[in-house]
């Protein structure tokens, strides 16, 4: 086993020159017992097929084996699945899209997901469907619109002899109208890292989510529909209002009864479970004792929170005790290169990932912390830029085994389930 490679990489902690962030699998003690509204990535950047929109993927449920039946992976219809932005710059959500999702299963009497080969999700041997409402909340006025009903999640890629052409069938998942396109369902795993990390920082260069799948919530909408006031910000401006700060998060009701037959009551107002801005903060920046508490807490009083852990982050600490790796100490003062991260053109310090939504900005220029592209590498510049000792760290995964897709829904087609 290899420990983590570094290598010179003068200047690399100039925030403008920080090219990526990382993920957040499993990263609290309550909410890895309750794997279907776990966060694991958000990612936002300007769409490559259209610039005057902004596509945002919220992924939940980490680390799902391919060949899981006969109960395969879907959306909780007992949560709420949001993704949330600020569009002035105060941390507080301006703009809310929700996602409710029901079950559907044509014959309860046998076993199978399918009961035999699907072409279309009209299929009369897709057995388990999902559908899912999604609506846009304004904050301000508590308007809520209706964006697509009934819309259906793609299936999960069981296999050849279910799926003959699985891309096909997932693909008719895509709905789109008034300018917003969505897609809900199993995609490939595209955080790509060697969790070895966890083995005091020992790694071997082996992508230890290669195989694996998720479930995304894929969006795009126009800009217009998220900025400040409805309007683009014209080129070249600064301030709070020429970013938006999006993180996503998970609901679920506030009170369950089990009963004994194993059905359950859900009653009461939704509380937040979980939540993912700016990748890895809860995951290796706020301590045991708190990560539960980040989960059910809002970004606007993260300074309040857990500022200190971000001022004194752990991490260099670790990488000099276990590698001797010369991380400078935490300055007087504490890492304050690390908030001016988080509160970008006069912003809030929180836990938000901020994309610039100005005119002149293309899917070029969203790479964290400007957004947060698919194959921006993650756990390298995490451990760079919090070790800060002018020298790169990486973990010698560099890529996801499988690329994203050049279209939308951009995350890759799922593994099979297939050996």
């Known amino acids: 086993m290899k420990t983590l490679v570094y290598t010179t990489m003068g200047g690399l902690l100039a925030a403008g020159a920080i090219t990526a962030s990382a993920s957040s699998h499993r990263e609290a003690p309550a909410i890895a017992e309750d794997q279907y509204v776990d966060n ?33 992976y879907k959306f909780s219809d007992k949560a709420r699945y949001e993704i949330r932005l600020d569009n002035d710059g105060d941390a507080i959500p301006d703009v809310t899209y929700r996602y409710e999702f029901e079950n559907q299963v044509k014959n309860g009497g046998t076993f199978l997901y399918n009961t035999g080969p699907v072409d279309s999700l009209s299929s009369q041997f897709l057995n ?9 909340i304004d904050e301000h006025t508590g308007h ?3 964006l697509f009903s009934n819309a259906p999640v793609a299936p999960w890629n069981v296999g050849k002899r279910s799926f003959a052409n699985y891309d096909a069938v997932a693909n008719q998942a895509i709905v789109s109208g008034g300018g917003t396109t969505s897609f809900a369902g199993p995609r490939a795993e595209e955080f790509f890292v060697d969790l070895h990390v966890f083995d005091l920082l020992g790694v071997a260069g082996n992508n230890s989510t290669a195989g694996f799948n998720v479930m995304s919530l894929v969006l795009e909408v126009p800009i217009t529909d998220v900025a400040s006031g409805g309007s683009r910000p014209a080129a070249g401006t600064t301030g709070p209002t020429s970013v938006v ?14 009963r004994s037959s194993r059905d359950a009551d859900d009653y009461g107002r939704f509380v937040q479970v979980s939540r993912l801005g700016w990748p890895l903060v809860n995951e290796v920046i706020v301590p045991l004792k708190d990560k539960n508490k980040y989960n059910y ?51 809030t310090p929180a836990d938000l990932l901020r994309v610039n939504i100005n005119a002149d900005q293309t899917n070029a220029q969203s790479h964290f ?51």
């Open 144 to 146: 809520h619109t209706t």
């Open 245 to 258: 700060g999006v993180y996503a998060r998970a609901l679920r009701p506030q009170v369950r009864i089990e």
């Open 297 to 347: 807490t809002n970004p606007v009083d993260d300074v309040a929170n857990f500022g200190a852990y971000i001022l004194d982050p752990e991490v260099p600490k670790l990488l000099n005790l276990v590698l001797g790796a010369g991380c400078p100490a935490t300055p007087p003062g504490g890492r304050t290169d690390i908030v001016g991260l988080l509160a970008p053109n006069g912003t």
């Open 369 to 419: 912390p400007n957004g947060r592209a698919i194959l921006d590498d993650v756990t390298d510049t995490l451990l760079t830029v919090a070790c800060n000792s002018g020298s790169h760290i990486g973990d010698g995964v560099n890529a996801p085994d499988k690329l994203p897709l050049s279209a939308f829904p951009y995350m890759a087609s799922p593994y099979s389930g297939d050996p």
């Open 40 to 72: 694991t990535d958000t990612y936002a950047f300007i769409s490559p097929a259209d610039p005057s929109k902004l596509t945002i993927i919220a992924n939940y449920v980490p680390l799902l084996a391919p060949a899981s039946g006969p109960n395969f």
């Open 128 to 136: 388990v469907t999902q559908t899912y409402t999604l609506t846009r």
